[in-house]
């Protein structure tokens, strides 16, 4: 199985962070197995569990971000896991708001911030693998 993160280019750092965590969050809260065990290091401190995939983080412009999630969700793929992180959410204040003013948006008007895809490799790489990293 394998992860891609993809976000939009032009986003702020500060914004881009957000995304991403927000994403990993989602994704880890829907797919067990992802976070590794709990470690001890040697002075016996314990170390939560971290993801124990790779996670590349790739760039794309907010036109081919939208272009991406609205191709994924016209030809859905039971096998791929998709989650987007979107400009309702980033604006709202709790998740109460985020659902209420995401029940009135229609889907045209959402701009993605960043999308999570997990699935089979050969798949993600197939949907991302033209998809230049985030630098």
């Known amino acids: 199985m394998k992860c891609v993160m993809v976000v939009n280019q032009d986003l702020p750092q500060g914004i881009i962070a957000n995304t991403t965590a927000a ?22 401190c314990t170390h939560e569990g971290i993801t124990n995939i790779p996670i590349p983080v790739l760039a794309l412009n907010a036109t081919d971000l939208k272009t991406l999630h609205d191709q994924l969700i016209a030809k859905p793929d039971e096998a791929v896991k998709l989650i987007g992180f979107s400009d309702v959410a980033q604006k709202s204040h709790h998740y109460e708001d985020y659902a209420q003013k995401l029940s009135e948006t229609v889907q045209e008007d959402i701009s993605y911030l960043g999308l999570c895809l997990y699935g089979p490799k050969k798949k ?12």
């Open 124 to 135: 993600i790489n197939k949907l991302t693998g033209s998809i230049k990293m985030l630098r």
């Open 23 to 44: 994403l990993g969050i989602s994704l880890a809260s829907v797919k067990e197995g992802l976070i590794g065990n709990k470690i001890v290091d040697g002075s016996g």
